[in-house]
């Protein structure tokens, strides 16, 4: 179904005012810019800026969603043969190669990393993103395994993934910030994921694997 008109300018508006903030929370700093002042720059009221960000952090981290959801939906797209391990291993050299944004590895990063560090408020919210997304990660494979309800191995497997993750970002941001570029990062880091990936999967390198397509199954996927 295409977009209708409403739902365009209703997006536009968002994207706008998520841009103007953006914009002000760089110059000045997140703490250092009222909610009012993004108002004032976007020619909105401030009620429109609630209406579409219920808090201020959700200005600047309007593709949370996204961030969430991404480690579940590399799970839900992972090729045949491909364990959990695997697939997300595969995914983060994909971003780092590409210089995707979706893992804070970018060029220009180091600025948005900054800011966030200096405040208190875009801190927490980031660690309730980790959470959410590890949570998220452990329902996908969950489903995706078929486990039991009382199965832990979901929810084990998926805060090592995630604890893996954070390690090799925070690692690769303390160098950013320490004004390295990606480009000068990324051989290390690409040799550190390496690394840490095979620990991970000798734990784990044989959970949730997809299998390939078999007639006996009607052409479905079975999972381990």
Same mark, same amino acid.
Request: hydrophobic fraction near 40%.
């Given at each position: 179904?295409?977009?209708?008109?409403?739902?365009?300018?209703?997006?536009?508006?968002?994207?706008? #005012?998520?841009?103007?903030?953006?914009? !002000?929370?760089? =110059?000045?700093?997140?703490?250092?810019?009222?909610?009012?002042?993004?108002?004032?720059?976007?020619?909105?009221?401030?009620?429109?800026?609630?209406?579409?960000?219920?808090?201020?952090?959700?200005?600047?981290?309007?593709?949370?969603?996204?961030? @969430?959801?991404?480690?579940?939906?590399?799970?839900?797209?992972?090729?045949?043969?491909?364990?959990?391990?695997?697939?997300?291993?595969?995914?983060?050299?994909?971003?780092?190669?590409?210089?995707?944004?979706?893992?804070? #590895?970018?060029?220009?990063?180091?600025?948005?990393?900054?800011? %966030?560090?200096?405040?208190?408020? !875009? @801190?927490?919210?980031?660690?309730?993103?980790?959470?959410?997304?590890?949570?998220?990660?452990?329902?996908?494979?969950?489903?995706?395994?078929?486990?039991?309800?009382?199965?832990?191995?979901? =929810?084990? %497997?998926?805060?090592? #993934?995630?604890?893996?993750?954070?390690?090799?970002?925070?690692?690769?941001?303390?160098?950013?910030?320490?004004?390295?570029?990606?480009?000068?990062? =990324?051989?290390?880091?690409?040799?550190?994921?390496?690394? =840490?990936?095979?620990?991970?999967?000798?734990?784990?390198?044989?959970?949730?694997?997809?299998?390939?397509?078999?007639?006996?199954?009607?052409?479905?996927?079975?999972?381990?």
């Amino acid at each position: 179904m295409s977009e209708g008109l409403r739902e365009r300018k209703k997006r536009e508006t968002r994207l706008r #005012i998520s841009d103007v903030a953006t914009g !002000l929370f760089m =110059a000045r700093g997140f703490d250092n810019v009222t909610v009012a002042e993004v108002a004032r720059a976007a020619d909105v009221s401030v009620n429109t800026v609630f209406n579409y960000f219920p808090a201020k952090e959700d200005l600047l981290f309007d593709r949370q969603d996204e961030v @969430v959801d991404l480690l579940g939906r590399v799970m839900r797209e992972r090729r045949p043969g491909e364990g959990a391990a695997e697939a997300l291993r595969r995914d983060f050299l994909d971003a780092l190669d590409t210089g995707h944004w979706r893992y804070g #590895i970018h060029e220009g990063g180091d600025a948005f990393h900054r800011m %966030v560090s200096a405040s208190p408020a !875009l @801190v927490a919210r980031l660690r309730e993103m980790d959470d959410l997304r590890t949570d998220s990660l452990a329902r996908t494979l969950a489903d995706e395994a078929g486990a039991d309800p009382d199965d832990l191995t979901p =929810a084990l %497997v998926a805060g090592q #993934i995630c604890a893996t993750l954070h390690t090799l970002t925070t690692y690769a941001v303390r160098r950013m910030l320490a004004g390295e570029s990606v480009a000068a990062i =990324a051989p290390d880091l690409r040799e550190q994921a390496g690394h =840490a990936f095979r620990l991970l999967e000798s734990g784990i390198g044989g959970y949730c694997v997809r299998r390939e397509e078999t007639p006996r199954t009607g052409g479905t996927m079975e999972l381990t």
